[in-house]
């Protein structure tokens, strides 16, 4: 069972989340009645509670799903984070931004039904955040199909254009893995990224408890970026002269 605060998977005889303590019950779409974990009918509906009805599937929000992302980062990286936010926020920086997106988004959705495409994508966003976590980048924008990662704000890092490049052949050579292991299992096509990387100027603006950096690019530092993706071949990627 997921726990509605912290995302924590708990088992499903869990009364309270192994990770925040927050008391789990089931919630049966049908009547909204919260039943104890424990239970396979809703006390009110008399439904069965291990069959969770189709249309209760839903696409999350964007800070549902940036809530779930944020238990792949390592709690020593978020540590580290928060403990320098005041020196962080305002400050001039030169950052290296890398846009990563998935080839064939749209139509692989028409393909194979949104539900097939969800399962895909959660695996595909928990590569790329760990392989960013990996060279202590953070993630600081879902896209849909993709993400924005910073790498040298809100960490300093002398080295962000290298760990950059660094973190994109590991996210290509991880889709590459993943396509190979459900290619035999699925009819869904090689999953390929298309990755742009830019390094410029940003003033540093609010960095939140989820560690999303609100921030205003100077010159086309974030946009740059963005359209080095957009121009980018599928499995490769693009790296400005800045970068280089």
């Known amino acids: 069972m997921e726990c509605p605060k912290c995302q924590t998977e708990n ?7 192994g990770e925040c303590q927050t008391k789990l019950e089931k919630v049966y779409p049908n009547c909204n009645h919260l039943n104890p974990p424990q239970f396979k009918f809703c006390n009110k509906c008399g439904s069965n509670l291990t069959v969770i009805p189709r249309e209760a599937t839903k696409e999350l929000s964007f800070d549902e799903k940036l809530a779930k992302i944020q238990r792949y980062l390592p709690k020593d990286l978020t540590q580290k984070i928060l403990a320098q936010r005041d020196k962080i926020e305002g400050e001039r920086k030169q950052v290296t931004v890398m846009f990563c997106n998935m080839e064939g988004f749209t139509p692989l959705t028409e393909k194979i039904g949104s539900e097939e495409v969800y399962s895909l994508v959660d695996k ?17 924008e879902l896209t849909g199909d993709g993400i924005m990662a910073l790498l040298g ?19 290509h050579r991880e889709m ?15 999953i390929k990224m298309r990755i742009g990387i830019h390094t410029g100027p940003v003033v540093v603006g609010t960095l939140g408890n989820d560690l999303r950096v609100e921030f205003k690019a100077v010159g086309d530092t974030v946009n740059l970026a963005s359209r080095m993706e957009g ?14």
């Open 153 to 171: 704000t809100p960490i300093a890092l002398g080295d962000a254009p290298q760990r950059a490049i660094r973190s994109a052949l590991a996210i």
């Open 124 to 140: 595909v966003y928990e590569i790329l955040i760990h392989k960013v976590h990996d060279y202590e980048g953070t993630v600081n």
């Open 231 to 244: 121009l980018v071949d599928p499995g490769t990627t693009y790296v400005t002269e800045d970068t280089l």
């Open 176 to 190: 590459s893995k993943l396509s190979d292991k459900i290619k035999t299992e699925s009819r869904i096509p090689p």
């Open 11 to 17: 088992p499903e005889t869990a009364n309270f989340c």
